[in-house]
């Protein structure tokens, strides 16, 4: 039986669109009045699923429920839920008052009720006075409160939120991650929001499920997922990491597998420096020095084809001249409960036999050139497929990855948006 405090409910649900696996097999339980963020990289399964439980996609196998009833047959318009797009979607010959009132019009709503519906709607997302304004008199961010606004007005008992925060700046966005969470606080519905922003959905969020071809690799608080993730995949594309595997692994943790350590919790220090009695250390050479403002990224070459990246605080780094820090030499210390295994051999055998029977398809490519020991038949596999291998030099390449979940550049991207949807 279905459980009665989940507003949401995905039991066994797939979706393929030609060969491409878009969800493969999903269970999901979403909570009465929880932010709930899907994120993934692009072609993860995230926005297919937010249109299966929108009505906008039907499955091909499993069940959707909202509040315990099955609505998987039923049309978008008989679901209690609302989506909010990216593009805001408004319509530019109404004014403000006009566009969040339209959806009671169409219910049959009266003149009096709409009215006062819409203005309470625009009080909650702080757009008192602005009802006689049209969308072209308004930023990107009103914008935004205007169709987040239209679709509360209806107060459904669902909200679906498509990355709808993608088209404004970047300070704007970090104000309305804010903003969308208080909204979400005051009027106690249930969030569902699609990102491939970490920043965004570990802001916001009470949960996050991390997805990946189609699978959801983890689901918990932004917390859990970026302390300690499941996978290396969540690992690397939660956040920034170091994942090491193979002889380095060995060296480092005294194990084998693949172990992750974020870069700031590796303490760069003086060469000599002795370690706590719950710390490991390790001597290496920068290699690279990246200036982030707040802080400063630190490529260190630890010997034996193994690169990690440590973050130093700037004014603690105590250093303006950058090109100081080059072939220094330095010593990493970081405490041994930092350090986590995060093996997923249930996750790679379901990629090798999904993903390599189709034609075409890219699994990910981690090399263990950079992150633990050469391997140079995984090094010539990888490079038949376009991805390069990681070497000392190859920091930009490692951030690609680390953000993208992926190896490859902006035109592998591409191509890998127009072959997977979602």
């Known amino acids: 039986m279905p459980k009665l405090d989940a507003a949401v409910q995905l039991r066994g649900v797939r979706k393929t669109f030609g060969d491409v696996h878009a969800v493969r097999g999903l269970d999901l339980d979403i909570a009465h009045g929880e932010f709930f963020a899907m994120l993934g990289p692009s072609g993860s399964g995230k926005t297919t699923v937010l249109r299966m439980i929108a009505g906008f996609e039907m499955p091909d196998e499993g069940r959707v429920l909202l509040d315990g ?7 978008p318009f008989e679901r209690d839920v609302n989506t909010v797009f990216q593009d805001y979607a408004l319509f530019p010959h109404m004014s403000v008052a006009q566009n969040i009132a339209y959806g009671l019009r169409v219910k049959g709503v009266g003149k009096a009720e709409r009215t006062a519906r819409a203005a309470e709607a625009l009080a909650q997302v702080q757009l008192d006075g602005y009802g006689n304004r049209r969308p072209d008199q308004l930023s990107g961010g009103q914008r935004q409160r205007v169709a ?22 970047l300070k704007l966005r970090q104000q309305m991650q804010v903003e969308l969470k208080a909204i979400q606080r005051d009027v106690g519905i249930t969030f569902i929001f699609v990102t491939h922003d970490q920043e965004e959905a570990l802001t916001m969020s009470d949960r996050i499920a991390v997805f990946n071809h189609g699978v959801v690799e983890q689901v918990g608080t932004s917390t859990q997922v970026y302390q300690q993730p499941s996978s290396p995949f969540v690992a690397g ?68 084809h193994t690169t990690l990246i440590a973050t130093e605080q700037s004014d603690s780094a105590g250093e303006t001249d950058l090109d100081a820090w080059l072939e220094r030499p330095v010593r990493l210390i970081w405490r041994r409960e930092d350090a986590r295994r995060v093996d997923s051999v249930e996750r790679d055998s379901v990629d090798s036999i999904e993903h390599d029977s189709q034609p075409g398809s890219r699994k990910p490519y981690l090399p263990t050139a950079a992150l633990g020991g050469h391997d140079e038949s995984k090094a010539s596999a990888g490079r038949s497929r376009g991805y390069q291998p990681l070497g000392t030099g190859g920091l930009w390449q490692r951030v690609w990855r680390q953000r993208y979940g992926w190896s490859g550049g902006p035109a592998q991207r591409e191509n890998d948006d127009r072959s997977r949807p979602g």
């Open 69 to 75: 009833q099955d609505v998987t047959e039923r049309p």
């Open 148 to 169: 987040l606004a239209r679709a509360l007005v209806n107060r459904p008992k669902v909200l679906l939120l498509d990355e709808p925060l993608g088209a404004l700046d």
């Open 237 to 304: 594309f939660v956040g920034t990491t170091n994942l090491i595997e193979g002889p380095a692994a060995e060296r480092l943790f005294g194990s084998t597998g693949t172990w992750s350590i974020r870069p700031e919790r590796l303490h760069v220090a003086q060469s000599g420096t002795t370690p706590g009695p719950d710390d490991e250390a390790l001597d290496g050479v920068v290699r690279e020095v990246v200036y982030l403002g707040s802080s400063l990224r630190l490529v260190v070459d630890v010997g034996q």
